[in-house]
C-alpha cells in the first residue's frame, strides 16, 4: 500500500472515532434503575401484610376475658382457685370457726 492509500486509511479511522465519540456525547448511556423502589415497595407490602394476619386479629380480641374462678392465696402460702369466692369464702370461714372450737 502506498504512502497516500495508508494516510486515507487513517483519516477515516480518525473520522469514525471523531463520530462516534459524537454520538457518545449526544446519546448518553443507559443508567442502571436503582434497587430502592422495588425493595421499598417489598419493606411495605411486608409491613401491611404483617398488620393484617398479626395485629388485627390480636385487636378483634375481646378485651376483658371472664376469669374461669379467683385465686386465693392461703395461710400456708399456697394458691387455691375457686370457682365461686363467696362460697369459697364461707368455707373458708366455717374452717375457720370449726378449727378454733377444737382447740377451746
Known sequence: MSAAGQARVASDVVVANERASAVRAVAPAPKERSPFLPLL???IGLAAAAVWFVALPQLNKPATVQRSCEVIVLKSGKTRCVANPKTG??????KAASAKRAKQ
Open 41 to 43: 415497595l417489598l419493606v
Open 89 to 94: 369464702s364461707k368455707a373458708a370461714a366455717k
